[in-house]
């Protein structure tokens, strides 16, 4: 092989290992969706969920107006991955229900950042004792890092801390609209 096609399939394979992937937004419509679907535009799934198991770190889900309720949306685990998961208009607008049976999000050891904007949070419930991860009836965040940006907690408790519990985490919190710990 001459030297030159050496240098250019070294090149080659080099630069492939170098380009980034390349983000994708995955949506949620809790009316028509389906969780079969792929959730990409056009094909959204039925649960946030279900869009967290889909998507791949740097992704963005985009959860449409209406009401959130079930198994499949409450108690969310982003996991390892760095997401985004937003709503498409607002918190007025996109409600996650828990119905007091869990919490909305659990972030827990999570090594990546997760960023949630633009949600009601509601009738999150979480009474377990501390040491089993008890408290933070809408939100749960240990050893994690997490922005969470224009939300409103609704209705929400827990055993230690009634709408989140923060333990030993980096979190940044701006609450709907955008006031210090707008809580109800």
């Known amino acids: 092989m001459s030297t030159y096609r050496s240098f250019a399939l070294c090149t080659v394979i080099v630069v492939s290992l170098t380009i980034p992937a390349i983000a994708t937004d995955y949506y949620v419509d809790g009316n028509i969706g389906d969780d079969s679907n792929s959730g990409l535009e056009g094909f959204p799934k039925k649960s946030i969920s279900a869009a967290i198991t889909a998507a791949s770190s740097n992704d963005t889900i985009i959860v449409y107006d209406g009401t959130y309720i079930g198994p499949e949306n409450r108690d969310l685990e982003p996991g390892s991955k760095i997401l985004t998961i937003q709503s498409f208009s607002g918190p007025d607008a996109c409600i996650i229900d828990a119905q007091g049976l869990g919490r909305a999000f659990n972030i827990v050891t999570a090594p990546a950042e997760t960023f949630i904007t633009g949600f009601t949070i509601r009738n999150g419930d979480n009474q377990q004792t501390f040491s089993g991860g008890?408290?933070?009836?809408?939100?749960?965040?240990?050893?994690?890092?997490?922005?969470?940006?224009?939300?409103?907690?609704?209705?929400s408790t827990g055993l230690n801390g009634g709408a989140m519990l923060i333990r030993n985490s980096g979190a940044t919190i701006w609450l709907a609209p955008r006031k210090q710990y707008q809580l109800k």
């Open 134 to 155: 008890g408290g933070g009836g809408a939100f749960f965040i240990h050893l994690s890092y997490c922005t969470i940006d224009n939300c409103i907690i609704e209705d």
